[in-house]
């Protein structure tokens, strides 16, 4: 079963939350070679902890073995100037860009799609406005996962959840969207 865990699931792991548990057995799975579990290379683009975005990818990879989740397969999702990292995305043609609308509009229909910049005070340059970064970051994490047709997204993130939200991205192609205590379930053998 291949499953793609989100942001929210790393710092799950890194803060040893309850849902770190279900987590560790999609991870134990992975390693025994029951399951696939991949991360989506746009979660190095989201805010981290500190209120800050990295500036390296190092800073990501030593993130994730810090997490218990090295060596783990990226998925990529498409590249945007100013988000992606160097050869972590995709250049994008017109069908890519149609499913990550849809995704967004599902997600997140009050953020403009197009890009929405603002002025950092504190470097007086231009970047995109966190909001509409954090709307991109989630649709391209699901884009990632639908893109490269995968079966289970792992979130505790409600949005992805909500009744109204989650037909839609079923129909674009997500499977299953589930908590990790729900995807850890579908690691056992039926009775």
Same mark, same amino acid.
């Given at each position: 079963?291949?499953?793609? #865990?989100?942001?929210?699931?790393?710092?799950?792991?890194?803060? !040893?939350?309850? =849902?770190?548990?279900?987590?560790?057995?999609? #991870?134990?799975?992975?390693?025994? *070679?029951?399951?696939?579990?991949?991360?989506? @290379?746009?979660?190095?683009?989201?805010?981290?902890?500190?209120?800050?975005?990295?500036?390296?990818?190092?800073?990501?990879?030593?993130?994730?073995?810090?997490? *218990?989740?090295?060596?783990?397969?990226?998925?990529?999702?498409?590249?945007?100037?100013?988000?992606?990292?160097?050869?972590?995305?995709?250049?994008?043609?017109? @069908?890519?860009?149609?499913?990550?609308? &849809?995704?967004?509009?599902?997600?997140?229909?009050?953020?403009?799609?197009?890009?929405?910049?603002? +002025? $950092?005070?504190?470097?007086?340059?231009?970047?995109?406005?966190?909001?509409?970064?954090?709307?991109?970051?989630?649709?391209?994490?699901?884009?990632?996962?639908?893109?490269? &047709?995968?079966?289970?997204?792992? +979130?505790? !993130?409600? $949005? =992805?959840?909500?009744?109204?939200?989650?037909?839609?991205?079923?129909?674009?192609?997500?499977?299953?969207?589930?908590?990790? &205590?729900?995807?850890?379930?579908?690691?056992?053998?039926?009775?």
């Amino acid at each position: 079963m291949l499953f793609t #865990i989100d942001t929210n699931c790393i710092i799950d792991l890194e803060r !040893d939350t309850e =849902f770190a548990p279900p987590l560790r057995q999609l #991870i134990a799975a992975h390693a025994l *070679g029951d399951a696939e579990v991949a991360i989506p @290379a746009v979660a190095a683009s989201e805010v981290q902890q500190d209120r800050q975005y990295l500036q390296h990818f190092s800073q990501f990879e030593r993130r994730l073995a810090g997490a *218990g989740l090295e060596g783990l397969p990226l998925i990529h999702p498409i590249a945007y100037w100013g988000i992606s990292f160097y050869g972590l995305g995709y250049l994008a043609d017109d @069908a890519m860009v149609e499913l990550e609308r &849809k995704i967004h509009t599902i997600l997140h229909p009050s953020v403009p799609f197009q890009y929405v910049g603002r +002025t $950092n005070p504190a470097t007086a340059q231009e970047e995109p406005d966190p909001k509409w970064r954090n709307a991109k970051c989630d649709a391209q994490a699901l884009w990632s996962h639908v893109y490269h &047709k995968r079966e289970v997204f792992v +979130t505790r !993130d409600r $949005n =992805f959840l909500k009744t109204s939200k989650l037909p839609g991205l079923v129909a674009l192609g997500a499977g299953q969207i589930l908590l990790p &205590k729900d995807a850890a379930i579908l690691l056992r053998p039926a009775a």
